[in-house]
């Protein structure tokens, strides 16, 4: 059974910094690719930013290079995603998913989420 559970969400001031953590069963962690997504309010869930298993490649959208960094703990099946500089556009519902997929950049390859975690950044 697939399981991902993320925290570490929360209230924030703009500037400000938060430490997203996704927790994986070890069947789910040894997948190609995690990722992370976002959805707000009203929008479609969007493709933030992933790390591939096999030699730690990160891909990041263009909004958050430079301020999210993606990192996993192999010994812990827990994957990260530190956010630091947060702007208000940065406020969604968090997720992390896996994929076997090359297709990994693409939110369509991912099939299992977990229930997320909020983050909201106040201007």
């Known amino acids: 059974q697939v399981q991902l559970v993320e925290s570490g969400g929360g209230l924030v001031q703009a500037g400000g910094s938060l430490k997203l953590s996704c927790a994986a069963d070890?069947?789910?962690?040894?997948?190609?690719?995690m990722a992370w997504f976002r959805q707000a309010p009203g929008k479609e869930r969007e493709f933030v930013a992933s790390i591939l298993r096999s030699d730690g490649s990160t891909y990041y959208i263009d909004s958050v290079k430079g301020r999210f960094t993606i990192s996993r703990d192999n010994a812990k099946n827990t994957m990260y995603l530190q956010m630091n500089s947060l702007k208000p556009e940065d406020t969604a519902n968090y997720y992390c998913?896996?994929?076997?997929?090359?297709?990994?950049?693409?939110?369509?390859?991912?099939?299992?989420w977990g229930p997320g975690t909020q983050v909201t950044v106040s201007s």
């Open positions: 998913s896996a994929t076997n997929s090359f297709l990994f950049l693409d939110k369509v390859a991912y099939a299992h």
């Open positions: 070890g069947r789910t962690f040894s997948s190609h690719a």
